[in-house]
C-alpha cells in the first residue's frame, strides 16, 4: 500500500504548506503540522505489516518538537524583548510578555472572525500589557510615558511571528521528506 502512503504525504504536503502560512497571523500551524503527521503515522499503521518501517521516526517527532518550541519562545519573548527597546522597565516587559498570551486567547473568542481575531488580540494584548506593566513600574509614569515602550512591544510581536515563521517551514519540510522517503523508496 506505498502508493497510499504516498497519496497521504502528498496531503501532508498541501496541508502543511497552509499551517506554515498560518504561522505568520500568530496561529499554531506548527502544532497543527506535529499532529497531522503523526496522526497520518499512526494511521498507516493499519494497513502497514507489522514488521515495516513507520513512516516518520520517533526521533523526527522530537527534533520537529523541539524546533516548534524555539519558534513559541521566539514569538512570545520578541515582544518582551521589543518592549525592553522600547525602553521598558522589567514589569513593561513581563506586561508585553503576558499581555501577549492573554491577548491571542481573549482575540480567539472575543474578535469572532477566524485567525484576524488572535492576532489582533495578541498584538493589543502585548501593547496593553507593556502600558499596565509600565503604569505599576513606578508611581508616577503617566500614560504617555508608556507609549514608547508599548509601541515597541508591538513591533516586537509582529517580528516574533515573523521570526517564527522559518521554525514552522524547517518543520514542515523535515516532516515531508520523512514522509515521501519510506513509500517512495519501497515505490522506486
Do not use: H, N, Y
Amino acid at each position: 500500500m506505498s502508493w497510499l502512503d504516498l497519496l497521504l504525504a502528498v496531503c501532508f504536503i498541501l496541508l502543511g504548506s497552509g499551517c506554515t502560512a498560518i504561522v505568520l497571523i500568530g496561529l499554531p500551524g506548527t502544532w497543527i503540522m506535529i499532529a497531522l503527521a503523526f496522526g497520518i503515522t499512526l494511521l498507516q499503521r493499519v494497513w502497514a505489516p507489522a514488521d515495516s518501517e513507520w513512516l516518520v521516526a520517533w526521533w523526527v517527532f522530537v527534533v520537529a518538537i523541539v524546533i516548534a518550541v524555539v519558534g513559541e519562545v521566539l514569538e512570545f519573548m520578541a515582544g518582551a524583548l521589543g518592549a525592553k527597546k522600547g525602553g521598558a522597565s522589567k514589569q513593561g516587559m513581563f506586561g508585553a510578555l503576558v499581555g501577549g498570551f492573554g491577548g491571542t486567547i481573549l482575540g480567539t473568542f472575543l474578535i469572532p472572525v477566524p485567525i484576524v481575531g488572535s492576532l489582533i488580540g495578541a498584538i493589543l494584548g502585548c501593547g496593553v500589557g507593556a502600558v499596565i506593566g509600565e503604569l505599576r513600574a513606578a508611581p508616577d509614569v503617566r500614560i504617555q510615558d508608556t507609549i514608547k515602550p508599548a509601541a515597541g512591544a508591538v513591533v516586537g510581536r509582529v517580528l516574533g511571528a515573523v521570526a517564527k515563521f522559518p521554525c514552522a517551514f524547517v518543520v514542515w519540510v523535515m516532516l515531508s521528506v520523512a514522509l515521501v522517503l519510506e513509500p517512495a523508496r519501497k515505490l522506486f
